[in-house]
């Protein structure tokens, strides 16, 4: 059993430390947060190294950590875990602790009845790129959310990038589906480059470096310049050129606009889909 963290008021815990939980307590340990805990049954071994280097004690069940003085708990598991585990953090939520749940699909009134109804409860959905300070997270919480609680959650998510507070619950869905999938749909843009370039004869490793490159350097293009994307766009279009040539068969008959609004109504519907399986 690992050594308890003392009593000293302020404690946040995470619970979960798979990859965004990862993030989150690197994060935290740069914006100087502490004490730090965390819950993790089964720690990859870097994150127990992680832990030892900057004092953050790892417990392998809520239990062993109910000890705590816990003033926030980062609740970072998937919906299907949180459905059987969000009973057993209700002391920590009772305890008056404010409780951020970044889990997709799992809504408040379910969380509520897990922890009751006067539990501070806020919402968010981070991104894959948090992993590196490159996110945003979009955040949600009711009114018995008070500012000062908000602002708390709120700079609980600054370590993964930029942050932003959406008006409606509901409209996490709609963020789940655009900013929280959004990375999926990159990385398949970048595999569907690649391939083509190896259609058109270009070496695998070429195919990979020209692909992974045009991305990552479009999307450092795109933070550094202020204008619309529409404008951006416009800038490598030459008319009667190649750019255009393509352009064409992307946006005749809004194909490929339709078809991200596609994906993301299914995205968006899975998030809905899976809250009222919750709440049935």
Not at 207 to 220: P, Q, V
Request: proline share 5%.
């Amino acid at each position: 059993m690992p050594a308890k963290l003392k009593r000293a008021a302020g404690v946040t815990l995470l619970v979960g430390a798979g990859r965004m939980g990862s993030a989150l307590l690197k994060g935290w340990v740069a914006q100087g947060i502490e004490p730090l805990a965390a819950i993790e049954p089964a720690p990859h071994p870097a994150v127990e190294d992680f832990a030892r280097r900057n004092r953050i004690i790892l417990y392998r069940s809520v239990e062993d950590a109910a000890h705590l003085p816990v003033t926030a708990c980062v609740v970072a598991l998937k919906p299907q875990k949180l459905r059987t585990e969000a009973r057993r953090l209700a002391p920590i939520a009772k305890s008056g602790a404010l409780m951020l749940s970044i889990a997709a699909g799992t809504g408040i009134s379910t969380l509520r009845r897990a922890w009751g109804r006067e539990a501070l409860i806020a919402r968010a959905m981070p991104n894959t790129p948090g992993a590196i300070g490159r996110g945003i997270s979009a955040l949600y919480a009711p009114k018995n959310v008070s500012a000062n609680a908000r602002a708390h959650a709120q700079s609980l998510l600054a370590g993964l990038g930029e942050t932003l507070w959406v008006k409606r619950e509901g409209l996490i869905d709609a963020v789940t589906a655009i900013s929280g999938s959004g990375p999926a749909y990159v990385f398949l843009l970048v595999e569907s480059l690649e391939r083509a370039a190896r259609a058109e004869g270009l070496p695998a490793e070429s195919a990979r470096r020209l692909a992974r490159a045009t991305i990552s350097g479009t999307g450092a293009l795109l933070d550094a310049d202020s204008r619309d994307a529409e404008a951006l766009r416009r800038d490598v279009t030459s008319p009667g050129g190649t750019t255009e040539a393509a352009l064409r068969v992307l946006m005749e008959g809004s194909a490929l606009a339709k078809l991200i609004a596609g994906a993301v109504e299914a995205a968006r519907a899975r998030a809905l889909q899976l809250r009222s399986e919750d709440e049935g």
